[in-house]
């Protein structure tokens, strides 16, 4: 029965109009229409992949970058050699406890953790490296991820950027209210 469906070209099921700009293809299970015309850019089904991902990166983003202002605050009233002992205490508590949720994200996933801190902090998480750890430590995580094609020098503009607009829109209906 299966094999009739598929062998046979006349079944009204599986039609399409003959005009190639306009194509439609009907469901079995539904029999809704979907028109091949649409722009992948107004893609729901995108935009609930991305909405998803923001609601699962967004409260660790806003725990580190807690984490951080914390650790301005603090080494703004002391001498540099307690400043250090400061950042190698927070440096431990954050890899203590923060490591196994960093490590089980996504590539776009850490793509939108790293925006979502420049968002927060207004640094790039490779000036946040290298300010808090040294310069040779920034390039050899921006050299490693390069060749993974990804950036830590990613900027966060939801003027310029459709996706950041996107992000920026969910935190402000989630979050912001």
Do not use: H
């Amino acid at each position: 029965m299966i094999a009739y469906f598929f062998l046979n070209k006349s079944n009204p099921i599986f039609c399409q109009n003959q005009d190639s700009l306009n194509k439609k293809i009907f469901f079995i299970d539904t029999l809704r229409e979907i028109n091949l015309k649409e722009k992948k850019t107004n893609n729901r089904f995108e935009y609930l992949i991305l909405k998803n991902k923001v609601l699962k990166v967004y409260p660790l983003a806003s725990i580190l970058c807690e984490k951080i202002k914390y650790i301005d605050s603090k080494s703004n009233s002391v001498s540099k050699f307690r400043n250090k002992k400061i950042i190698k205490l927070e440096k431990k508590k954050i890899k203590s406890e923060y490591i196994d949720r960093i490590k089980m994200l996504t590539y776009s996933e850490g793509k939108i953790l790293c925006k979502l801190i420049y968002r927060e902090t207004g640094l790039t998480v490779y000036q946040i490296i290298s300010k808090y750890q040294n310069k040779i430590n920034a390039n050899l995580w921006y050299k490693i991820l390069k060749l993974y094609n990804g950036n830590i020098k990613i900027i966060y503009d939801p003027n310029k950027i459709k996706e950041d607009n996107e992000i920026e829109n969910i935190i402000n209906n989630q979050f912001i209210k």
